[in-house]
C-alpha cells in the first residue's frame, strides 16, 4: 500500500495542472458582478444628436456588448446576435463601439445589419476601461436596478447564449 | 594671428554645441514613478507581461491612463486603486493579504510545517528502533565488555 503513495500524489498533482491547462486565461474574474455598472455618457455611432447613458435602461434588463469593427471574432458574433434580436430571443443589447479608431463602425452596421438597441461611440476606450474590458468581445448583463450580474469573456455562440445567458436571463425576469 | 586666434576659439567652443539630450517624457520624476507603478502591474492582454514592459494597445492606454492621474495629483496608492476597482486584484503581481488568498500566502508555511511533522514523526520512530536494539541484558553486557577486554 505504502508504495502507492508517491503515485497517487503525482495523479493528484497532473489532475491539478490538467485543469489549469484547459482554463481560459482570460476569464479574469470581474469586481463588477453584483456592482452598479459604470455610468457614461456617448455619442452614439451614426446620429450625432444623439446620446446613451445607461441611466435610460433603468427598469429594463439589458446586455451591454462590446465590440469594435477591426475584431474579427466580433464579426461571427455579429451573425449570432442579429439572430437572437430577429427572433426575439434577447432583451435590448447596446453595443459599445470600442476604439473604432478606422471609423467603419456605421458602415459595418449598415452592410450587416444593426441588432443593436444603441451604438454608443467609445472612441477613447475609457468607458471599455471602466468596465474593465481587455479586449472585444466582452458581454455584460445588467439587471433592471443597473447591477452587473454577467460577464462574458469572448464571442457568443448559439451554445454560449443558450447554457450562459438564458439562465441568466431568466433569473433576472427576462 | 587674429585668424589663428579665432580658429582656436572656434575649436575650443566646440563642446557648447553638443546640447543635452532631449529627455523623452517631459517629466522625468513623473515617468520614473510611473514605471515603478507599471512592473507591478499585469498587463490584461498578454498575461506575463508587466504593464510596463508590454507593447498591446491596451497597455499603451492604461499607461497613459496612469500617467494623466498621476499628473492631476493622485498618489500610487489612488492609482492602483483605480485599476483594481475596473481589473479586479488579477493586476497586481503581488495578491493582497485577504481571506481568499491566505491559503496562497500561507500555504508554504502550511507545507513546511507538515513536512517537519512527517520529519519529526519518521526521526523518531527511528530512535525508538535503535532503543529498543540495544541490549540492555545484563548478562550480554558483560559479554560484551568480556569481549571488549579480550580483544585489547
Known sequence: MKRWIPLLLFAVLVGFFAKGLFLNPREVPSPFIGKAAPAFTLPVVGDAT?????????GKVWVLNVWAPWCVSCRQE???????????LAPPIVGLNWKDKDREAAMLLAQGGNPYFAVPDDLSGKVGID???TGTPETYVIDKAGIVRMKHVGPIDPDIWKKKFEPKLKELGV | ??????????????PVWA???IPLAEDPVLEKRLLKIAEELRCLVCQNESLAGSHAELAQDLRREVREQMKAGKSDAEVIEYLTTRYGDF?????????????LWLGPLLFLGLGGSLWYVALKKRRDLNLKKTPTDEKQLAAAAQLLDEKQ
Open chain 1, 131 to 133: 468596465y474593465g474590458v
Open chain 2, 91 to 103: 493586476v497586481l503581481y503581488r495578491p493582497p493579504f485577504k481571506p481568499v488568498t491566505y491559503l
Open chain 1, 50 to 58: 444623439r446620446s446613451f447613458s445607461p441611466e435610460e435602461m433603468k
Open chain 1, 78 to 88: 455579429h451573425e449570432v446576435l442579429m439572430a437572437l434580436v430577429q427572433n426575439q
Open chain 2, 1 to 14: 594671428m587674429k585668424s589663428l586666434l579665432f580658429s582656436l576659439l572656434l575649436a575650443f567652443s566646440a
Open chain 2, 19 to 21: 546640447g543635452e539630450a
